[in-house]
């Protein structure tokens, strides 16, 4: 059972441009939304995380928009860099809950 | 920064022996984790740990694999008998809110 959705699965983007990801989940239960990205051979890192509580939450070039009744998530990276390039994971977390439900990643290649 | 480190980097095994992954979480922190990463795949959980038991795990982590915090500071997984099946990275991870997890960089295991 897939609890989280996401999707595009590979992004390539121009310097400068935006890179959105997104991620759809079921469980009305989550309530502790991050994202995670992962360089290779390392492991994931905090990025930014939201709650349910707020429509979107912004720090430096990314932001999470947080669409509660469509069950919603996304990553805007604004002026995206060559250095962004890595793999994106959403994740999502029930409050009684220890573990993260990870979406299958996305591969984000900027180019020059 | 603290960050959670994990030995060893890369673990060669033979299928049906046992290997144990070890971790140190960050100092402070309460909740321990196992995840691992199939390559090219999703992040997924296997087991969570707090006061001194396990507090959830999933269908992955099943009599084969056992975890353990041996003193104050080591957070082990043990994998009784290796399949092939069980080739991955494996992430600890650690958090002093149940939310806010800090990846290790993970071990692969490479069982032939």
């Known amino acids: 059972q897939q609890q989280v959705k996401q999707s595009p699965q590979s992004l390539i983007v121009q310097k400068g441009g935006i890179s959105i990801i997104n991620c759809a989940y079921e469980n009305t239960a989550f309530d502790y939304f991050p994202w995670y990205q992962q360089f290779p051979g390392k492991g994931p890192a905090l990025l930014i995380a939201?709650?349910?509580?707020?429509s979107e939450k912004k720090e430096g070039r990314f932001t999470i928009s947080f669409n509660k009744s469509a069950k919603q998530f996304s990553l805007h990276i604004m002026d995206s860099q060559p250095g962004d390039s890595a793999t994106y994971f959403c994740a999502a977390m029930v409050p009684t809950g220890n573990q993260f439900y990870f979406g299958t990643g996305t591969s984000l290649t900027v180019i020059p | 920064e603290p960050e959670v480190t994990q030995t060893p980097s890369h673990q060669v095994t033979q299928m049906g022996q046992e290997v144990i992954l070890r971790c140190v979480p960050i100092?402070?922190?309460?909740?321990f984790y196992w995840y691992r990463q199939i390559l090219g795949q999703k992040v997924e959980f296997l087991v969570s740990f707090y006061n001194n038991e396990i507090s959830e795990k999933s269908e992955i982590f099943d009599d084969q694999f056992s975890v353990e915090r041996p003193d104050g500071s080591n957070f082990t997984l043990k994998i009784r008998s290796t399949k092939l099946e069980d080739s991955a990275m494996y992430f600890c991870?650690?958090?002093?809110?149940?939310?806010?997890?800090?990846f290790g960089p993970g071990t692969r295991l490479t069982v032939t």
């Open positions: 991870a650690s958090s002093g809110q149940a939310d806010q997890q800090y």
């Open positions: 939201i709650r349910p509580d707020v």
């Open positions: 100092s402070n922190h309460l909740y």
